[in-house]
């Protein structure tokens, strides 16, 4: 088997297919969680803060010296990063309790008794009768 028929084999397995899916579904709900955090839920936290854009927050460890810019810890960035993160983790945190609800609730439910075939069916009805005489 060549090497080229063999990744195709592999990538169009289904569970390649399902995780391509949820990685790129991933990275679009992770930039939507980016800009509301960056452009919804900041820019007030920082009015409360007295006026503080987090993005501008920083600690400058060297000095610019002519034309080499300025060497800055930026942890306002970090804690925009930060929240971001936790906003993702409690999401996915919802998602996988509810799909466990789920699957604890498919579990719990009684099985369905096997359905009995015609003879069977037959029989009942003989030993039925037979109890009645």
């Given at each position: ?14 569970n ?111 030993r ?6």
């Amino acid at each position: 088997m060549s090497m080229v028929s063999e990744f195709r084999d592999f990538a169009m397995r289904g569970n390649v297919v399902d995780m391509a899916v949820g990685i790129v579904i991933g990275a679009a709900f992770g930039k939507i969680v980016s800009s509301f955090v960056s452009d919804v839920l900041m820019p007030p936290l920082g009015i409360l803060l007295g006026g503080v854009d987090f993005t501008e927050l920083a600690v400058t460890l060297k000095g610019a010296v002519g034309e080499v810019p300025p060497v800055t810890l930026n942890y306002g960035t970090f804690v925009q990063t930060l929240v971001d993160f936790i906003i993702i983790a409690f999401a996915i945190f919802m998602v996988i309790k509810a799909m466990n609800a789920l699957k604890k609730k498919k579990e719990a439910a009684p099985p369905e008794p096997p359905k009995q075939s015609a003879e069977e069916i037959l029989l009942t009805e003989i030993r039925d009768l037979l109890k009645k005489n």
